[in-house]
């Protein structure tokens, strides 16, 4: 992983400043203005990603998720501070938009992979490879859910795409 380089302090507007302090006690997060509970939508696919390798027949559940916006996601959501999420996402802070938004382009290009990979290994009938390509793609994909976590509790920290390259043998 690598920081990113240092940002300039942002002058918070008057309408980041008050969406701050709505988010005090929340499940928004008050300095980066972003939920955890985005992350759901992804574990989602991890979980049927690991279920896989004992219930192929699962393939065609696995194939049919589809990646959300944040926005989308919260606007579909049953929690409580769902519409301060889909409002406060227009204000998060460039130093964390930027490396969330790429964060979140990673894993998303990175299951459309893993999912192609894993249908291939179901076709071939080969339940080893099957099970030691779902683990690790799920691994290299819970990194870089942790990393998008890290981003929602204010870190500025990504990871480079040829990091992921590397871990997935491309």
Same mark, same amino acid.
């Given at each position: 992983?690598?920081?990113?380089?240092? /940002?300039? /302090?942002?002058?918070?507007?008057? #309408?980041?400043?008050?969406?701050?302090?709505?988010?005090? +006690?929340?499940?928004?997060?008050?300095?980066?203005?972003?939920?955890?509970?985005? &992350?759901?939508?992804? !574990?989602?696919?991890?979980? &049927? &990603?690991?279920?896989?390798?004992?219930?192929?027949?699962?393939?065609?559940?696995? %194939?049919?998720?589809?990646? %959300?916006?944040?926005?989308?996601?919260?606007?579909?959501?049953?929690?409580?501070?769902?519409?301060?999420?889909?409002?406060?996402?227009?204000?998060?802070?460039?130093?964390?938009?930027?490396?969330?938004?790429?964060?979140?382009?990673?894993?998303?290009? $990175?299951?459309?992979?893993?999912?192609?990979?894993?249908?291939?290994?179901? +076709?071939? +009938?080969?339940?080893?490879? $099957?099970? /030691? !390509?779902?683990?690790?793609?799920?691994?290299?994909?819970?990194? $870089?859910?942790?990393?998008?976590? +890290?981003?929602?509790?204010?870190? #500025?920290?990504?990871?480079?795409?040829?990091?992921?390259?590397?871990?997935?043998? %491309?």
């Amino acid at each position: 992983m690598s920081a990113a380089p240092p /940002a300039a /302090a942002e002058p918070d507007s008057p #309408e980041t400043e008050a969406l701050r302090q709505r988010a005090h +006690g929340s499940n928004v997060n008050e300095q980066t203005l972003l939920a955890t509970d985005y &992350l759901n939508h992804f !574990n989602e696919v991890v979980m &049927l &990603l690991e279920m896989l390798p004992d219930m192929p027949e699962m393939i065609d559940e696995v %194939k049919a998720w589809q990646p %959300k916006s944040y926005q989308e996601h919260f606007r579909a959501s049953t929690i409580a501070d769902r519409e301060l999420a889909v409002e406060a996402y227009d204000h998060v802070p460039k130093r964390y938009r930027e490396p969330f938004d790429t964060t979140i382009d990673q894993i998303n290009r $990175l299951i459309a992979t893993s999912i192609q990979r894993l249908e291939a290994d179901v +076709g071939r +009938g080969e339940p080893e490879l $099957l099970r /030691a !390509n779902a683990k690790a793609l799920s691994q290299i994909i819970q990194r $870089l859910m942790d990393v998008a976590g +890290g981003i929602i509790h204010g870190s #500025e920290k990504t990871m480079h795409q040829d990091e992921i390259d590397s871990m997935i043998g %491309k």
